[in-house]
């Protein structure tokens, strides 16, 4: 089953961009790869997601290299209110992986 | 915009309570789910579910059971509550055929106590 790894945490400032690496080396043909922001006391929210290379929305990037081993979420520019725990997934349509959410990356964001 | 709402924000129980938990949509799905969460451990997949009146059981479905009767309302029970089950409760939703391609849109939680 693909596995994902990610930081525990990171931190940054404001006006920064922030670089989130998730890990899943067992990553199968059919996988997805989607990434959830949660800011406190609230449910986690639909970033992106992505198969292969780029994918670029309003809020993020996601960089997928070739071999779809590892993703990384790129967060332009971030503010005070990016402060959140960020989560990626992988799975694909036919099983439950795709709802796996791990610990995730605790990102703080100083002023 | 969907919306996933909880009935509760808050709750407190009693041990050998049966307890309710419930969830409405707004938007037609045919998925819906719950989650629990815990300091450390992230969500973990209790229940799922994919039509009216058909369920799945997630990772940590011991002590639960879920009932969907409607299409828009999926409804968690602790059929006898214990205090290891005070967690935060997520309920979500997403459209259509598979999970992975369709993103889950969540309510905001009922942080349930049982005393």
């Known amino acids: 089953l693909a596995k994902t790894t990610q930081p525990i945490s990171m931190d940054s400032y404001e006006g920064q961009e922030v670089n989130i690496t998730c890990s899943h080396n067992?990553?199968?043909?059919?996988?997805?790869i989607t990434w959830y922001q949660q800011f406190p006391s609230q449910g986690p929210r639909f970033i992106i997601q992505?198969?292969?290379t780029k994918v670029t929305n309003e809020v993020a990037s996601l960089f997928i290299p070739a071999d779809r081993k590892s993703s990384t979420l790129s967060l332009p520019r971030v503010s005070l209110s990016d402060t959140a725990v960020y989560y990626c997934?992988?799975?694909?349509?036919?099983?439950?992986?795709?709802?796996?959410f791990g610990s995730g990356t605790r990102l703080q964001v100083q002023p | 915009d969907v919306k996933v709402t909880q009935s509760s924000r808050y709750l407190v129980k009693r041990t050998g309570e049966k307890v309710f938990l419930e969830c409405v949509q707004d938007?037609?799905?045919?998925?819906m789910f719950w989650y629990r969460q815990d300091p450390g451990l992230g969500l973990r997949l209790i229940y799922f579910?994919?039509?009216?009146?058909?369920?799945e059981k997630g990772d940590i479905p011991e002590g639960y059971s879920v009932s969907r009767e409607k299409k828009e309302r999926f409804s968690l029970i602790l059929e006898s509550a214990s205090t290891n089950q005070t967690s935060m409760y997520l309920c979500?939703?997403?459209?259509?055929?598979?999970?992975?391609?369709?993103?889950?849109?969540f309510g905001d939680g009922t942080r349930l106590s049982i005393l």
């Open positions: 979500a939703s997403s459209l259509g055929q598979g999970f992975s391609n369709q993103p889950q849109h």
């Open positions: 067992n990553i199968a043909t059919n996988d997805y």
């Open positions: 992505g198969y292969k």
């Open positions: 997934l992988v799975g694909d349509n036919t099983g439950r992986r795709a709802l796996t």
């Open positions: 938007m037609d799905h045919e998925n």
């Open positions: 579910s994919y039509d009216v009146k058909m369920k």
